[in-house]
Every structure is written in structure tokens, then in C-alpha cells.
């Protein structure tokens, strides 16, 4: 199999890292980002990248032509075989599956398309998609390659290859959600469920509220969580402040923080990150709400936090 460019710049883009940078650090941004969206998890990204470092270090630098290419295959069929495996470990899962939350800069939210890849609302879509469908997704819509690419990368047909792009794209279209991506609204919203739900308004936080919103809580089965999605305003106002009355949750700090390409919540207790909440705005108001608390899939987030703060 002959090396090609790599996505991430667009149809027609060249592999111009230099002999004096190593190839491998050069790019990881984008291997993270593709390994991350085809996996919805920061925890296996990171792991993927490790495995590919691994295969990286071991190869023959001189036979490799374009190192981003070949690095970005690597991280693709990795996250392949990844995602295969992780879909029997989820039919055990207890209670509601949701994706890693991954704390995101202001550049990311101020990116239409980019922030929507990353979205909560997006890598829910695309959990429903089989890994082949997710990994030629990623790759075509997110980083733009071309069929062939796609093809040559999988080591598939270029004809199946458009037939699964197709399929994968025609899937998500009718699942995605239509939401407000408008930042400034976001975050405007986001500050005022911050202050109702830290408040304890009833009615303040239900006004927030579509009438037909949806609350998923993802406790993994390893903390208090809401196994059944909750249902309406009303329902679902309750059950947040509810949460935020127990006991066990005194010095939980809630703060806005940018969460995978928009403004939500972010869940602190010494520190330590033990949670967020992020949501979709439809004509305003909080259409869909999820809580991830369980601590498996907050590494990530502990990480970033630390760098933060550093």
C-alpha cells in the first residue's frame, strides 16, 4: 500500500513537516482529534495514540513518504478495532452510554463546523453508526478526505467505500438534532441555568427547559445516577435540583466551561473535576441535557483541568 497525504487541510493538502521535527509530535493534535470523534472517548484516544506511537517507533522511517498520512492510518484502523470490541462491552453498560466530555478552547466554539464534529449531540448520532460507518464518517466529513483516500487508508473498495460514506451521511442527517449553535446564546443560557439550579429557582430552572427536554445521566453504574432517561420540564427541573440538594455533594463547585465545542457545566470538588452537564438550545430553550459523573470517563477532563490550572 503506497503512503498518502493526510486529512485535516482539505482536498489537495501536502505532508510538509520537516526531518527536524518529529513527525509523531507534529501531528498528534489531529491524530487525537480523529482517534477522539471516532471513539468518543478521551481515555481510548489516548490509548490509541499510544499503541500507534508503539507501531511508530518501530517502522522504518525511510520507507514512509508522507508520516502524517501513514500516522493517521495507523490511529484509523486502531480506533477500527477499538470500537469493534467496545460495542460488547456496552450492551452490559449499566444505566445510559454517553461520550467522554472533553474540555474545549474558545477557538474550537468560535469554529461552526468544528465545534459541531465535536459536539455531545454529534457523537451521540454517531454512536449509532457501525464502526466502519463512524471511521469513514470522521474521515470524510470531518477531515476531508477523498474516497479513494478513504479507501486506500481502509484497505477497501473505493465503490464500497462511497457506499458507506453515503449511508453514514444520509444516518446521521436524519438523527441530527436541530439545535442553536449560536455561542453567545449558549453561554447566555448556560450562566442562567448556573445561577437557577445553584439558587434552587423551580420555576427559574423550568422556564429554562423545553417542554419535551430529555435529562441522560451516565453514572456507569460506579455513582448515583439516573438509570431511565427523565422526561419533561417539570420532571426534569426536579431531578436536577434534587441532585444538587443531597448531601454528599456540599463543596461541588458548578462553573461554565467550554465542553466539547459549546458552553456547559463543569462540576469540581476539591479541584477535581467529578462531572459536567452540557445541552442543546432549540429556539432558545434546553432541549437535551446530559450528565456524565462517572468517574471512568472523567481522566481526561482531570488531565486538562491540571494543565489549566498549571
Known amino acids: 500500500m503506497t503512503d498518502t497525504r493526510s486529512a485535516g487541510q482539505g482536498p489537495g493538502a501536502v505532508d510538509t513537516a520537516g526531518d527536524s521535527a518529529e513527525p509523531f509530535v507534529t501531528h498528534r493534535r489531529l491524530l487525537f482529534d480523529a482517534a477522539y470523534r471516532?471513539?468518543?472517548?478521551?481515555?481510548?484516544?489516548e490509548d490509541v495514540l499510544q499503541d500507534a506511537w508503539v507501531k511508530w517507533s518501530r517502522v522504518d522511517r525511510s520507507t514512509v513518504t508522507y508520516p502524517r498520512a501513514y500516522l493517521l492510518r495507523t490511529v484509523t484502523n486502531l480506533s477500527l478495532n477499538r470500537l469493534t470490541s467496545a460495542r460488547a462491552v456496552r450492551e452490559t453498560y449499566v444505566g445510559p452510554w454517553l461520550p467522554e466530555p472533553l474540555l474545549t478552547g474558545p477557538d474550537v466554539a468560535e469554529?461552526?463546523?468544528?465545534?459541531d464534529s465535536v459536539s455531545m449531540a454529534m457523537l451521540v448520532v454517531m454512536e449509532s453508526l457501525s464502526p466502519l460507518e463512524r471511521a469513514v464518517f470522521v474521515l470524510r466529513e470531518v477531515f476531508g478526505y477523498s474516497h479513494a483516500e478513504i479507501a486506500e487508508t481502509l484497505d477497501r473498495g473505493e465503490a464500497a467505500i462511497r457506499q458507506t460514506a453515503r449511508r453514514a451521511r444520509e444516518h446521521v442527517q436524519a438523527r441530527r438534532p436541530r439545535y442553536d449553535a449560536d455561542p453567545a446564546a449558549q453561554k447566555l443560557v448556560t450562566e442562567k441555568f448556573l445561577a437557577a439550579c445553584t439558587g434552587g429557582d423551580l420555576n427559574a430552572v423550568m422556564e429554562l427547559l423545553a417542554p419535551d427536554v430529555t435529562l441522560w445521566s451516565d453514572g456507569g453504574g460506579k455513582v448515583s445516577a439516573a438509570r431511565r432517561p427523565v422526561h419533561g420540564a417539570n420532571g426534569v427541573a426536579r431531578w436536577m435540583l434534587g441532585v444538587l440538594t443531597k448531601p454528599e455533594l456540599h463543596g461541588v463547585v458548578l462553573e461554565f466551561a467550554e465542553i466539547n465545542g459549546y458552553g456547559g457545566l463543569l462540576a469540581t470538588a476539591g479541584g477535581?473535576?467529578?462531572?459536567?452537564?452540557?445541552?442543546?438550545?432549540?429556539?432558545?430553550r434546553i432541549q437535551d441535557l446530559r450528565?456524565?459523573?462517572?468517574?471512568?470517563?472523567?481522566?481526561?477532563?482531570?488531565?486538562?483541568?491540571?494543565?489549566?490550572?498549571?
Open 38 to 45: 471516532m471513539l468518543g472517548s478521551v481515555a481510548d484516544a
Open 111 to 115: 469554529a461552526a463546523e468544528t465545534a
Open 272 to 284: 477535581h473535576p467529578v462531572g459536567t452537564v452540557t445541552f442543546e438550545l432549540v429556539d432558545g
Open 291 to 310: 450528565f456524565q459523573v462517572n468517574p471512568d470517563k472523567l481522566s481526561g477532563l482531570a488531565q486538562a483541568t491540571k494543565r489549566i490550572s498549571g
